[in-house]
């Protein structure tokens, strides 16, 4: 009954690593994937979660009973503290609601069906590029998706009057997608004074921000200045979603943990909103998965077990950084024409080099060096010992 299925193409980003694992060149790199590698080419499991899950293991009083379709109750509250902050005033006023989801995916996913089922506006603009995920999520959850300008080419920076055009412009209402922190796939960010006008803009025209917060903490590699431009939004009372990820900053990707936090204008709204999500979350999956939740509030939860996670969050952000460093000079030491500072400028897991498809390609055949078509690298991927041979491979690809 199936044979009249076509296949279908591999995912954009996720095909990337398909390709990587056929090749079976020595050399080969993958830069496709947004996961973070140590300099080894490792993936990280964190000394915190592992210190963390050896505790629960110990703990005999702990069982694999179903949460309740929220999740975790610790891990909603403190999750909704890491990103809004302890002093919240929506907290404190029990303005917020927060559900424990399938990480960043599943936490955008449910706010985006919650939206179609119960917001007067169904249109949601993403910013133009954004993550390749997003128009498919938000679609499949029932609104209709538009973009706003945010990248300029020409500067690889921000097109700032691009963005406040295109957002001005949208039906009073509408829903606008922001990233947090850490743009995917461009690394480009507004900064505190048009995070600013942004905000105003948006509260003037009475539209719905839903940030995505994938990298808090992964960008500067200090989680309350990534929480900034959330809690910016936050602190003028008005009324917001926020999709968290664990993915990045525990790098607890495969655990699938995340939040939901919906900011109402009152208890009572929030608390209706809630029982809302529970009629959203309930046939899709009835309940999220207990063991990453479980690490992430132990985490939370205890002084040492925090200072020790910031320590390490602050040692990947880092090392991100400096392989930024280290890939700029190593352009600049090889000559490649061209201005390569926007390496240095961008922010967070990914740099937009700029390279075209065609260049992408190449650097593929000949170097064996994966990406996504539109030239994003993850610098996670990087370390000393490969930094060379992509600099070898973009200079070839602009020279040629
Ligand atoms: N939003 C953005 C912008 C992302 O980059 C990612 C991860 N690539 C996600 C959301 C969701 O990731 P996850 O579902 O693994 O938390």
Same mark, same amino acid.
């Given at each position: 009954?199936?044979?009249?299925?076509?296949?279908?193409?591999?995912?954009?980003?996720?095909?990337?690593?398909?390709?990587?694992?056929?090749?079976?060149?020595?050399?080969?790199?993958?830069?496709?994937?947004?996961?973070?590698?140590?300099?080894?080419?490792?993936?990280?499991?964190?000394?915190?979660?592992?210190?963390?899950?050896?505790?629960?293991?110990?703990?005999?009083?702990?069982?694999?009973?179903?949460?309740?379709?929220?999740?975790?109750?610790?891990?909603?509250?403190?999750?909704?503290?890491?990103?809004?902050?302890?002093?919240?005033?929506?907290?404190?006023?029990?303005?917020?609601?927060?559900?424990?989801?399938?990480?960043?995916?599943?936490?955008?996913?449910?706010?985006?069906?919650?939206?179609?089922?119960?917001?007067?506006?169904?249109?949601?603009?993403?910013?133009?590029?954004?993550?390749?995920?997003?128009?498919?999520?938000?679609?499949?959850?029932?609104?209709?998706?538009?973009?706003?300008?945010?990248?300029?080419?020409?500067?690889?920076?921000? *097109?700032?009057?691009?963005?406040?055009?295109?957002?001005?412009?949208?039906?009073?209402?509408?829903?606008?997608?922001?990233?947090?922190?850490?743009?995917?796939?461009?690394?480009?960010?507004?900064?505190?004074?048009?995070?600013?006008?942004?905000?105003?803009?948006?509260?003037?025209?009475?539209?719905?921000?839903?940030?995505?917060?994938?990298?808090?903490?992964?960008?500067?590699?200090?989680?309350?200045?990534?929480?900034?431009?959330?809690?910016?939004?936050?602190? *003028?009372?008005?009324?917001?979603?926020?999709?968290?990820?664990?993915?990045?900053?525990?790098?607890?990707?495969?655990?699938?943990?995340?939040?939901?936090?919906?900011?109402?204008?009152?208890?009572?709204?929030?608390?209706?909103?809630?029982?809302?999500?529970?009629?959203?979350?309930?046939?899709?999956?009835?309940?999220?998965?207990?063991?990453?939740?479980?690490?992430?509030?132990?985490?939370?939860?205890?002084? *040492?077990?925090?200072?020790?996670?910031?320590?390490?969050?602050?040692?990947?952000? *880092?090392?991100?950084?400096?392989?930024?460093?280290?890939?700029?000079?190593?352009?600049?030491?090889?000559?490649?024409?061209?201005?390569?500072?926007?390496?240095?400028?961008?922010?967070?897991?990914?740099?937009?080099?700029?390279?075209?498809?065609?260049?992408?390609?190449?650097?593929?055949?000949?170097?064996?060096?994966?990406?996504?078509?539109?030239?994003?690298?993850?610098?996670?991927?990087?370390?000393?010992?490969?930094?060379?041979?992509?600099?070898?491979?973009?200079?070839?690809?602009?020279?040629?």
């Amino acid at each position: 009954v199936f044979a009249h299925l076509v296949r279908a193409p591999e995912d954009p980003i996720l095909g990337v690593t398909v390709a990587y694992n056929k090749d079976p060149s020595p050399v080969k790199l993958n830069l496709g994937v947004g996961a973070y590698r140590t300099e080894e080419g490792k993936p990280l499991v964190l000394n915190v979660v592992r210190r963390v899950e050896q505790q629960l293991l110990n703990d005999k009083n702990r069982n694999k009973e179903y949460l309740p379709i929220v999740g975790l109750a610790d891990f909603n509250k403190l999750s909704a503290k890491l990103i809004f902050g302890a002093d919240s005033p929506a907290i404190q006023e029990n303005r917020v609601t927060t559900v424990q989801c399938l990480s960043g995916t599943g936490s955008l996913r449910v706010g985006g069906e919650f939206l179609a089922k119960h917001y007067h506006q169904r249109t949601v603009y993403l910013p133009h590029p954004t993550w390749g995920n997003h128009p498919k999520v938000f679609t499949l959850a029932g609104l209709s998706v538009k973009t706003y300008r945010y990248y300029a080419p020409a500067t690889r920076g921000l *097109d700032f009057q691009g963005l406040m055009y295109d957002i001005g412009s949208a039906p009073s209402g509408s829903v606008v997608l922001l990233h947090a922190c850490a743009h995917n796939p461009t690394g480009v960010d507004p900064t505190p004074e048009q995070w600013e006008q942004i905000r105003q803009l948006i509260r003037s025209k009475a539209l719905l921000p839903f940030f995505d917060s994938a990298y808090q903490g992964f960008a500067s590699g200090n989680l309350d200045a990534d929480a900034q431009p959330v809690r910016l939004f936050a602190a *003028d009372g008005g009324e917001m979603l926020v999709a968290q990820s664990y993915a990045k900053n525990m790098g607890l990707y495969g655990e699938r943990v995340g939040a939901l936090s919906i900011v109402c204008k009152s208890a009572d709204v929030a608390s209706r909103v809630e029982s809302q999500l529970k009629l959203v979350i309930r046939p899709m999956y009835s309940s999220p998965p207990i063991h990453g939740a479980s690490i992430v509030a132990a985490i939370l939860k205890d002084r *040492d077990l925090y200072n020790e996670w910031t320590i390490e969050l602050k040692a990947m952000a *880092d090392r991100i950084i400096s392989m930024r460093q280290q890939l700029f000079d190593a352009l600049r030491a090889r000559g490649t024409p061209g201005d390569w500072s926007h390496i240095i400028k961008q922010i967070g897991m990914f740099t937009f080099t700029g390279l075209n498809p065609e260049q992408v390609a190449f650097i593929t055949k000949e170097y064996h060096i994966y990406m996504t078509s539109d030239g994003r690298i993850s610098m996670a991927g990087l370390s000393a010992n490969t930094v060379p041979h992509l600099a070898d491979a973009i200079h070839a690809a602009v020279t040629r």
